[in-house]
């Protein structure tokens, strides 16, 4: 498998690129990253170093890659946070050139815009854009509960509304929604799901809620979750082994006691995940 993914790089720490592209080569996938930003950390430091890659330098590394004719090679492309308003046109251009190579590949877009308690932390225009230009050509969406909400102009809780919000961000364009943090206030305490759906149906998985924030863990599960999905073509598979792989990466982190995630230190859970989640059809 050959997974484009266009998302930002910190040297020091995981998330974006940097977060995604170990795993995914450690499940065998083989990755292009292209980077939107490289910067020293990432910005839950408030101080951070480095450059936004301006637009059109990150077109010229895709135009470059299409040059060596691996396009019709991709299988998926990927995309998370995107640094700044440009960047959006870039991924909907590559997602055409790569699916006008191989019309089997697929997008799946992490739209990352913010989360229930620290709210939206990117740019104000950068939520519309994924909204209105984005997300409407993916086929794979990866949002959390709060980015579903806005998606969807919904304020999705339960069960029935995570549900129902699903369906409306569906109609938008993606054929599977994975929400990869359902609250729901009928929830066994100290637990948290991730839910997914698609054509065949929905199924909820429920993990242990860990008493920890890990940047960068919804970047893994996006990777995981769309190669294993394109994988096997069965979402209820992909979503327990993405969750059971993820789970074991932030309890190893916890572990240790570290701010950032133990990335490499959990790679056989990438590997070799241990399943110990069931996922349950709910509709």
Not at 35 to 59: C, E, K, Q
Not at 79 to 88: K, N, P, R
Request: glycine share 8%; charged share 20%; aromatic share 6%.
């Amino acid at each position: 498998m050959k997974v484009l993914s266009i998302q930002s790089a910190v040297a020091y720490g995981h998330v974006g690129n940097s977060a995604a592209v170990f795993p995914l080569q450690r499940i065998g996938v083989e990755v292009l990253p292209v980077y939107t930003v490289t910067f020293s950390n990432h910005t839950g430091y408030g101080a951070w170093r480095g450059p936004l890659i301006a637009p059109d330098d990150v077109r010229e590394v895709i135009t470059g890659i299409e040059e060596r004719g691996v396009f019709g090679e991709i299988d998926a492309v990927l995309s998370g946070y995107q640094g700044g308003e440009g960047i959006g046109d870039v991924i909907i251009d590559a997602v055409a050139r790569v699916k006008a190579a191989n019309p089997d590949a697929v997008y799946a877009c992490d739209p990352v815009m913010g989360n229930a308690k620290s709210g939206c932390f990117v740019a104000p225009a950068i939520p519309i854009l994924l909204r209105e230009k984005v997300v409407p050509v993916a086929d794979i969406i990866t949002p959390n509960q709060f980015e579903l909400g806005f998606l969807t102009d919904t304020e999705p809780d339960t069960l029935e509304s995570t549900l129902a919000s699903v369906d409306l961000a569906m109609a938008i364009g993606p054929r599977t929604v994975l929400v990869t943090s359902v609250e729901r206030p009928d929830r066994e305490e100290d637990t948290i799901e991730m839910l997914v759906a698609d054509a065949t149906g929905a199924w909820i998985v429920q993990t242990p809620r860990l008493p920890m924030k890990a940047n960068g863990s919804g970047d893994v599960t996006a990777a995981l979750f769309t190669a294993h999905y394109v994988e096997t073509g069965d979402a209820k598979t992909a979503l327990e082994r993405t969750a059971s792989s993820v789970f074991d990466l932030l309890a190893a982190t916890l572990e240790s006691g570290a701010r950032e995630l133990r990335l490499v230190e959990a790679q056989e859970f990438y590997a070799n995940p241990r399943m110990q989640f069931s996922a349950r059809q709910v509709r």
